[in-house]
């Protein structure tokens, strides 16, 4: 068996030679420059565009703004997945040209294209394009968006309010908190971040006459739907002429699942000046015009009774938007926010309402957990509070409120039936492995000391995954994407190939595929390669976002492997003179057992395409596709044990120790699933310690332009992370797996925060909003001083 072995990724022997093939790496003759003029302004008219002095700069082959494109019938995106308001009223969709028309709405958003022969010509043209802008008042604060005296940044608003939702029952949730023998409340923001990728966003368009098509090579995570998207909504051209290939691309992290007006206006270009048109986005590009994620400004509150029983939570949450809607962006802190917020607690009632708000900030898309970090942020730092509040240990709140793991499935306030899980199980795991009373005992003697101290935090969570398209059309998606496909080619050798519809930017689908596929046909791993991310060569398929590659493509991979391995013992048996139930096969060989009788799945493929001699009425070659909608959503869960040291000098927090105990179900490679909780955990503990894309609220500037003001984590900044599992099979799906891509984000944000607030309790602190930079960990320790 392959699946559950720790099978070292097979990926990886191109990539740490320098193998790999990225889009900057890939050469086309003739090929030209493009470079983008971006607003200065968070919000300003467009007076006037000269691009007199530009087009005479040596080597420019066009310079095109917004009207240009407007002219030449370019379309907008559209949201695909729209959040209907409790009020019922029709708001209207703002979303992006590819240049600006008319104004420009945040810092960064693209207004002019200029095309030359070179880089440095680009660059020259660029910077002599000359734009008369008249500022407008703008609103970069998303917690201040719907106040009375902040300018409305869409002339077609009446206000920035975007929608406005709610859940659950606040009747019964204001009566739990009449009744509650203790209030906890704390008003939280979780803090604007963005992605930055090792490989930036890159684009080569190209386009060809003689057939009129384009060929886009994009690092990006969905190229059926960002070929969908040309096709219908932004380039409009028939999207059979269409191909979008995404080889290898260096980490997405949600942020390249986001279609950005740079596609279609490539390849727009490439037609206009009749060569293929690259352009790599540089760092400080990226921090200001790559989609951002998070922005959420929170009032919450939870009820509990004398014995520390959780009654209610309740949570009021401005998220923000940025300037434009996005496909998905208003439906992460609607749908995927909201319904994460009871985690793996027993309550009575909940209410929650999330109002969506424009700024004249980059618009907002998804990264790495996509909501549900927002909500366990709230949920947890409000159970660690309440339990400090209440004298119950961290654990022992847990325990007293965990959903007992005979009672799944166990349907929550939210009208969400989890599956399965034993939170009780993460919990002694996770404290077992983390040496939770040790640490304990050791914080006890810190404090008596004085210096540095030590905090202990815990997060658990619940993570919602593989919304199967019936309820995704439910909830009003456009485009539901709840299914995924694979197909599966043996070719006459016995060689096999799996095309899958996700997109692997280093889950190691190469691998994990190969090992299902492997199982589910009988054959050796080392025959097998995986194939993604061509929309030429793999059939429809949606991408990789919301950790819903394995239970979708994964599970496809086994239904395609299991039909053709039926036809090829039935072509076995034919060969062998026997019946297709004498036949068993093992490692590639099909033999009757009991005997010396068998033939080789080369014999197999061989003779499938030959053709001579095959079944009655079974037709030659040995290919089968395949497609899964899962029946159910299923639900990862975890633990998250963080401690940390804080300098009560300098605001200074290290992390000293970092457990982890995962639950995705039955898992395919145990190596991958401790890689994926690493990464995770290391963006996690970035945005509570350092990331943050940061305004100037007087000016409206982004102060987060670069690396030295956006802080990203290095190696150095964590400890060796332990990670540990506990597999509950997921009930709906034949390979019992869940989600594993985004689980160390999703905890981490949380534990970290706890952690912090921990080892700072004994001095009057109860919360700390992120990033914890040393300034604001000591600002805090001041503040409390004065109080
Ligand atoms: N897996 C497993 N056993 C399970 C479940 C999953 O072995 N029970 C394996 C899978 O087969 C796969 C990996 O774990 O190789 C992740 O699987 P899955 O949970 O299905 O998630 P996806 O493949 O759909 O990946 C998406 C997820 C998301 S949403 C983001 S964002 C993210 C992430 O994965 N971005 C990443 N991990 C990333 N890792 C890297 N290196 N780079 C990114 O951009």
């Not at 709140?397 to 939170?423: H, Q, S, W």
């Not at 964590?718 to 989600?739: M, R, Y």
């Amino acid at each position: 068996m392959y699946v559950g072995a720790p099978v070292k990724r097979l990926e990886d022997r191109r990539f740490l030679t320098g193998r790999g093939s990225f889009v900057d790496d890939i050469v086309l003759p003739g090929t030209v420059q493009a470079i983008f003029v971006r607003s200065p302004h968070p919000h300003a008219k467009i007076k006037q565009i000269n691009s007199d002095r530009a087009s005479k700069v040596p080597g420019v082959l066009g310079i095109y703004t917004g009207k240009d494109c407007e002219e030449a019938g370019l379309g907008r995106f559209v949201v695909w997945s729209p959040v209907h308001s409790r009020d019922n009223v029709a708001r209207p969709e703002e979303t992006q040209f590819m240049l600006a028309l008319g104004k420009v709405l945040y810092v960064g958003e693209p207004v002019v294209l200029v095309v030359a022969e070179t880089k440095y010509a680009a660059l020259t043209a660029a910077d002599e394009v000359e734009i008369d802008y008249e500022p407008l008042p703008f609103i970069t604060d998303t917690s201040k968006a719907l106040d009375d005296d902040v300018p409305v940044i869409h002339d077609s608003m009446e206000s920035n309010l975007v929608f406005d939702i709610d859940m659950g029952d606040k009747a019964a949730t204001e009566a739990a908190f009449s009744a509650a023998a203790h209030v906890t409340e704390i008003t939280l923001t979780n803090n604007r971040i963005t992605a930055n990728p090792m490989e930036p966003r890159a684009i080569l368009a190209s386009y060809d006459p003689a057939s009129d098509g384009f060929t886009l090579w994009v690092s990006h995570q969905a190229p059926h739907m960002l070929k969908r998207d040309l096709a219908q909504n932004t380039l409009k051209h028939p999207e059979h002429k269409i191909r979008v290939v995404s080889p290898d691309v260096g980490g997405g992290f949600g942020m390249k699942v986001a279609n950005h007006p740079e596609e279609p206006l490539l390849l727009w270009a490439s037609r206009r000046v009749g060569r293929p048109v690259r352009w790599t986005s540089t760092r400080s590009e990226g921090l200001i015009a790559d989609s951002q994620a998070r922005d959420h400004w929170t009032k919450c509150k939870m009820a509990l009774d004398e014995n520390g029983k959780i009654l209610a939570i309740s949570a009021d949450t401005l998220a923000g938007l940025g300037a434009f809607q996005t496909r998905m962006g208003a439906s992460i802190p609607a749908h995927f926010y909201s319904r994460s917020l009871i985690g793996l607690y027993k309550m009575p009632t909940a209410y929650c309402r999330v109002r969506g708000v424009h700024t004249n900030t980059p618009p907002i898309q998804a990264y790495r957990g996509a909501g549900r970090p927002e909500a366990i942020y709230v949920l947890e730092s409000l159970v660690d509070n309440a339990a400090v509040e209440m004298g119950i240990d961290l654990r022992e709140i847990r325990r007293r409120n965990f959903i007992l793991k005979e009672e799944f499935p166990y349907k929550v306030p939210f009208g969400i039936t989890y599956d399965t899980a034993d939170p009780i199980g993460l919990l002694d795991k996770g404290a077992d492995l983390f040496g939770y009373d040790q640490l304990r005992e050791k914080q006890k003697a810190m404090r008596s000391e004085g210096g540095l101290q030590l905090g202990i935090g815990v997060a658990c969570f619940i993570d919602c995954v593989g919304t199967p398209s019936k309820v995704a059309a439910a909830m009003g998606r456009k485009i539901v994407g709840g299914w995924d496909s694979a197909a599966i080619r043996i070719l006459p050798s016995g060689k096999i190939t799996v095309l899958a519809g996700s997109h692997s930017h280093g889950q190691g689908h190469a691998t994990s595929y190969a090992q299902i596929a492997a199982d589910w046909l009988g054959c050796p791993i080392d025959t097998i390669d995986v194939v993604e991310g061509d929309t030429d060569r793999v059939q429809f398929g949606h991408g990789t976002w919301g950790s819903r590659s394995t239970i979708t493509s994964g599970i496809a991979v086994a239904k395609a492997a299991q039909q053709l391995q039926l036809k090829c013992r039935k072509i076995a048996a034919h060969m062998l003179e026997c019946s297709d139930d004498d036949v068993t096969v093992e490692n590639g060989v099909f033999h009757i057992p009991g005997t010396d009788r068998n033939v080789t799945l080369e014999d197999v493929a061989q003779m499938a395409y030959q053709g001579g001699n095959l079944p009655p009425g079974m037709e030659p070659s040995l290919e089968q596709l395949s497609f899964h909608d899962p029946a159910d959503r299923s639900f990862a869960s975890g633990i998250h044990y963080c401690a940390v040291l804080v300098d009560p000098q300098t605001g200074r927090v290290k992390v000293h120790k970092y457990t982890v105990i995962d639950d995705c179900g039955t898992i395919i490679n145990p190596i991958i699933i401790k890689g994926q909780a690493h990464g995770g955990i290391a963006q996690g503990v970035g945005q509570a310690l350092m990331e943050d894309c940061t305004f100037d609220h007087a000016s409206g500037q982004p102060l987060s332009g670069t690396f030295m003001d956006y802080a990203m984590p290095r190696a150095i900044d964590f400890p060796p992370f332990d990670v540990g599992v506990q597999e509950t099979p997921a009930p709906s799906n034949p390979l019992g797996v869940k989600g594993a891509g985004e689980s160390g984000t999703i905890g981490a944000l949380a534990a970290v925060r706890n952690a912090v607030v921990d080892a700072l309790r004994p001095q009057g602190i109860k919360h700390i909003d992120m990033p914890m930079t040393p300034a604001r960990v000591w600002a805090a320790i001041e503040a409390a001083k004065t109080k």
